[in-house]
């Protein structure tokens, strides 16, 4: 029986899921809410807490009321950074590397954004994109012109010919306190994230450069709970990608691969709880589960941990992931060879970037 301060979610997919889960483990009763349902809204206590698995929400009276609780974590951050072109200027204005780029306004021309970014650019929404959805590559070679309705919109992106691409995952409390993960390496195609591996011996020179940036953002927005960061590598600087205020795909491995997973940092920072530095266990592999059925057999996989989303099958969908956490790349490679022969073609890259990673 939960007795006190209870958190609220806006939005209940499965990090809502996996932030009630990490919950109930410290007595803390997560509630994620629907926040397209009309129902009526819930009664929440001052001395609740208020937090979002997700960056946009249509307005409603339930999502109103959460995002105005007195106690909902980093209201700030959600404004500055569910806006791409708020997001990019606050790097900017911070003097974080990002991307470079410029808003597509009403007046803009397809010859401007190719003059200033270069022959290969990306349009992105600058707000609701996830999973690559939200944007557009435009080329100059084939005379790609900008779509009607991208005007007024969206942003344009330089096109980054990234050496490999990283998130950092960072956790801060009402003090100051901050404590990341190591860096974890992504591999991402279509816009999608489809396998992450975590942590890498020769990722850590990179590691101080995108804590200092992190923590960067995190103290200028006085930030409490997990915050992500997604880099581009290229050579010896990192370079923001994006950056999202909450929980975040790239690190499930933490459930896991660490002492205390990604949810159990955000849940215990959002409610004024003591945070730690978790001790990280062997290595991590998560591999997304996309538009594919469930399969039990997944379980038999050595070495691999299974979470399920219950999700409508859509084809692309984020439908569930597996972790390998493996102490040596013999155990890898056992996982490897079960698990090839349990997933279709698509994800034979994965097990190839996956070796000549690890
Ligand atoms: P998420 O699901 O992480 O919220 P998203 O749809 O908001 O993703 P981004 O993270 O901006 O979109 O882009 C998705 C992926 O598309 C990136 O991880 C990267 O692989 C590719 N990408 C995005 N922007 C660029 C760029 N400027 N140059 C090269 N590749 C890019
Ligand atoms: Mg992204």
Known sequence: MHTGPKLWVLGNGQLGAMLKHAGESIDIEVIPLAIDSDGKPPVLDSADSVTAEREHWPANPIADQ?????????????TEIADRCNEKTLFDRLGLANTPWCLVNDQTSVGDLYEKLGNKIVLKRRSGGYDGKGQQWLRATDNDDIPADWHGNAIAEQAIAFDEEVSLIGARNA???????PLTLNLHQDGILLASLAPLDRLQPYQDQAEFMLAKLMDELDYIGVLTMECFRLGDQLMINEVAPRVHNSGHWTMDGASLSQFDLHVRAV?????????????????????LEWNPLWSTVP?????????????????GHINLNVQSRT?????????????????????DWLRSNF
């Open 66 to 78: 959460l995002f105005q609780h007195a106690n909902f974590s980093s209201r700030r951050a959600f």
């Open 175 to 181: 003090s100051g306190q901050s404590i990341f993960y």
């Open 271 to 291: 409610m004024a709880l003591p945070i730690s530095q978790p001790d990280i266990i062997g290595k991590s592999v998560m591999i997304n589960l996309l538009g």
């Open 303 to 319: 070495y691999a941990s299974v979470y399920w989303y219950d999700k409508e099958v859509l084809p692309g969908r984020k439908l």
């Open 331 to 351: 155990q890898l490679d056992d996982a490897l060879s079960v698990l090839s022969g349990l997933l279709s073609d698509r994800y034979h890259p994965i097990y």
